[in-house]
């Protein structure tokens, strides 16, 4: 049974930095898409980041140049390098693995950007 256990949000200034961790277990994860959605208050989940098996990454244009994804798969690790964060980045991040037409879903970690 796949699980993601993410980590590493919360309550952050303008400007601020936050770096999301997600660990899986019970897939081979060198062999999955994995990465982070978001969802704001009123607004549909939409895509943040995500680093293919192969190493391809994806960035919403939103947060190009701002956040970093990596993952490390000896870890089982999907990271989220928050850099410069906005109050438009408040929302709760989802993380997620893939494998074709099948997608998991990691319960959601909450970021907050406020002065």
């Known amino acids: 049974q796949v699980q993601l256990v993410e980590s590493g949000g919360g309550l952050v200034q303008p400007g601020g930095s936050l770096e999301l961790s997600c660990a899986a277990s019970g897939i081979p994860f060198n062999l999955y898409t994995v990465g982070w959605y978001r969802q704001a208050p009123g607004k549909q989940r939409s895509l943040v980041a995500r680093v293919t098996l192969t190493g391809l990454i994806d960035y919403a244009d939103a947060v190009k140049g701002r956040f970093t994804i990596s993952r490390d798969n000896a870890k089982r690790t999907v990271y989220l390098q928050m850099n410069g964060l906005k109050p438009e980045d408040t929302a709760i991040y989802y993380c997620?693995?893939?494998?074709?037409?099948?997608?998991?879903w990691g319960q959601g970690t909450q970021v907050i950007v406020s002065s």
């Open positions: 997620f693995c893939s494998q074709g037409p099948g997608t998991s």
